[in-house]
């Protein structure tokens, strides 16, 4: 098993960055694939970006492609989330999830066996 924690979340004005970071801890950090997602409210939980256990391959959902960057440092058992150019709109609390094997990166909430308690990330006009 893994457990995950979030942090990094907050208060963004429209245009600006913000970094997640997620801490993982139980068994070893780099036979896991890792995903970020994200809930809106009233919303169905989506993908924003996921990444191999190397950190090789990466995958991003069309909406944040050339904004958002997902990085892993498997030293550190972290994996981050560089958000720029934040529109209010993607006003969420924010997920990371990780699954194992070697099966591809998924888009699909379900395909992740574990998950962080979320972060907010709030983005203001």
């Known amino acids: 098993q893994v457990q995950l924690v979030e942090s990094g979340g907050g208060l963004v004005q429209a245009g600006g960055s913000l970094r997640l970071s997620c801490a993982a801890s139980?068994?070893?950090?780099?036979?896991?694939?890792m995903g970020w997602f994200r809930q809106a409210p009233g919303q169905e939980r989506e993908f924003v970006a996921a990444?191999?256990?190397?950190?090789?391959?990466?995958r991003y959902t069309d909406t944040v492609k050339g904004r958002f960057t997902i990085s892993r440092d498997n030293a550190k058992n972290t994996v981050y989330l560089q958000m720029n150019t934040l529109k209010p709109e993607e006003t969420a609390v924010y997920y990371c999830?990780?699954?194992?094997?070697?099966?591809?990166?998924?888009?699909?909430?379900?395909?992740?066996?574990?998950w962080g308690q979320g972060a907010q990330v709030t983005g203001s006009s």
């Open positions: 999830a990780a699954v194992g094997g070697i099966s591809g990166l998924s888009v699909i909430p379900s395909s992740y066996d574990y």
């Open positions: 139980g068994r070893t950090f780099n036979y896991y694939r």
């Open positions: 990444i191999n256990q190397s950190g090789a391959t990466t």
